[in-house]
């Protein structure tokens, strides 16, 4: 069975907690794709949800899939969010940005009741930090925010190479708030609750892909099953 295969597993387990009448966060990558896809499914066999998305492709995704869509600006609260994740520690904590989400993601999930991550067992790690941890910044000033960021490195104990992200045709990423992102190979990130405060108090750092303490539950496809870890 392979990674993508394994991924639809996780998400087939996720959208069976979803029941009519909830208020969805719906996640942005690969996997979460996978989830929008499954649920468009039951939406059409009768399933009464409205949903969030995190992006303007999980947007596209879910007209496609005729999900009804609302913003947090209509509502109040979320009733739960299913998102991929680039790392997960056994505390839950989480790598999230690889596909350059992580800013919507981040509201999406703090405004939800629960969030469910869907993964592949690769996404599995003891420490958080062999992903590239992904840090949205605004491009003024760039140079000093990069300074500071460093800074912040060097106060956790953790080093590494930074680079701006650039697309598949070379030219710098843009996300979809207009923001760059830098991407840290920071390799061990011995006390990630620590570096998240840290970055979110530098100026210039819009968001990090550091998300802690909000996932309550991870699905996580192998080639034993699916493993399902509750937030300690």
């Known amino acids: 069975m392979n990674l993508d295969e394994l991924k639809r ?18 996640g942005t990558g690969s996997t979460a794709k996978h989830f929008v896809e499954l649920l468009g499914a ?21 007209i496609r899939c005729g999900i009804r869509l609302t913003t947090l600006d209509d509502i109040d609260r979320l009733d739960l969010t299913v998102d ?32 469910i991550v869907i993964a592949d067992e690769t996404k599995w790690v ?6 590239p941890l992904p840090i949205e910044v605004i491009p003024f000033g760039l140079a000093a925010t990069r300074r500071l960021i460093e800074k912040a490195f ?3 104990g953790v080093s590494g190479q930074i680079a701006v992200r650039k697309g598949r045709d070379g030219h ?50 192998g080639s034993q099953g ?5 937030r300690r």
């Open 154 to 156: 060097a106060d956790c």
């Open 42 to 62: 039951r939406v059409r066999d009768g399933l009464d949800v409205i949903g969030v998305p995190t992006s303007e492709a999980t947007r596209d995704d879910a």
């Open 172 to 221: 710098v990423f843009v996300t979809d708030g207009g923001h760059w992102i830098m991407d840290a190979h920071l390799g061990r990130i011995s006390n990630a609750p620590r570096l998240a405060q840290s970055l979110a108090c530098i100026p210039g750092v819009v968001e990090h892909g550091l998300f802690i303490d909000l996932a309550s539950t991870a699905m996580l496809a």
């Open 226 to 230: 699916i493993r399902v870890i509750e």
């Open 126 to 131: 003891e420490t958080l930090g062999r992903f």
């Open 9 to 26: 597993q996780a998400a087939a387990r996720a959208v069976e907690f979803v029941q009519s009448g909830m208020k969805l966060g719906l």
């Open 84 to 115: 991929g994740a680039d790392e997960v520690d056994p505390s839950l904590n989480l790598i999230k940005g690889g596909g350059g989400a992580l800013l919507r993601e981040k509201i999406v999930a703090a405004a939800s009741d629960r969030m």
